[in-house]
């Protein structure tokens, strides 16, 4: 993966780079954000409308919307990462998400499928199963196997920004410099991830994980400033606390709020949005390439 040379630097600060990517021995051309649609096999996401299950009558329907939306890539979870979600088992982990790959990969074989776990083994039986991208909240620092195993895939790696662990990181929000100690943070990542024969990495501020309310707001006014890292930039703010708990309302009226934020983080380079409602993240980002064509 590297950017494609070329742009003046305020060009760099509006427009997201050009990205090449091996996915299954296909090279991959990004020239335009991508939409990752968000699928959560777990009864305990934060977003009530984001879950479903194999088994549930709701759930080739669910996926079906997705794709016929215009998602780029399905996200899919089978351990909640918000505070306070229940311990699940590696077992009880793969034995949500396999299925769920498997049918996507048979049925919508167009989509580009990520498995969004931070444990090794889940990864591996994701990836055999049909997935293609692997989405880690924890860069590798939840399970040390991880980083080797991605290398052994040789799959694209999203790697996210938290400290701790889902259960303690709002307790960790003390930073002397966090866009400094996060960019540093990424910039030791990507080094190791080479060392690991990983080449298509992707990073993750990690909105809403070891930050507060203002520092998420201030990572997203500095977004652009990513882009010194040479990686394309994933964005997950749909939804979050940092939306409704600043309007007032909950994680089911916070879609307008959403959508500005996705707005302004693509004027900031973002290169991937993570988002629930995948309808609305292509209109914000047909409207934005109108502006900037």
Not at 165 to 177: H, R
Request: net charge negative.
């Amino acid at each position: 993966m590297f950017p494609v040379q070329g742009y003046s630097s305020f060009e760099d600060r509006l427009f997201p780079q050009k990205y090449t990517f091996q996915i299954n021995g296909r090279l991959h051309v990004w020239n335009s954000p991508k939409i990752m649609g968000i699928l959560n096999v777990t009864p305990d996401s934060f977003f009530q409308k984001s879950r479903t299950d194999f088994n549930s009558t709701d759930f080739s329907a669910k996926v079906n919307k997705l794709v016929a939306e215009g998602a780029d890539i399905l996200d899919i979870g089978g351990y909640s990462s918000r505070p306070g979600a229940s311990e699940v088992s590696e077992e009880e982990e793969i034995r949500r998400v396999v299925p769920v790959i498997e049918w996507i990969a048979e049925n919508h074989p167009e989509v580009l499928i990520s498995i969004d776990t931070f444990r090794a083994k889940v990864a591996e039986k994701a990836v055999q199963s049909g997935a293609h991208i692997v989405n880690d909240i924890s860069s590798g620092d939840l399970d040390p196997e991880m980083i080797p195993a991605v290398g052994e895939l040789k799959t694209p790696y999203i790697a996210m920004h938290m400290k701790g662990n889902p259960k303690n990181m709002q307790e960790l929000t003390n930073y002397s410099d966090i866009l400094a100690e996060i960019l540093n943070y990424f910039a030791e990542k990507l080094d190791q991830f080479k060392k690991f024969g990983i080449k298509d990495a992707i990073i993750d501020p990690g909105f809403g994980f070891a930050k507060s309310i203002e520092q998420n707001y201030f990572l997203l006014k500095n977004l652009s400033q990513f882009q010194c890292l040479s990686s394309p930039v994933l964005v997950g703010v749909s939804r979050k606390s940092m939306i409704y708990k600043t309007l007032q309302n909950d994680a089911n009226d916070a879609l307008n709020g959403t959508t500005a934020l996705n707005m302004f983080a693509l004027c900031q380079g973002a290169n991937i949005l993570r988002v629930h409602d995948v309808k609305e993240a292509k209109e914000t980002l047909k409207l934005y390439h109108t502006i900037y064509p």
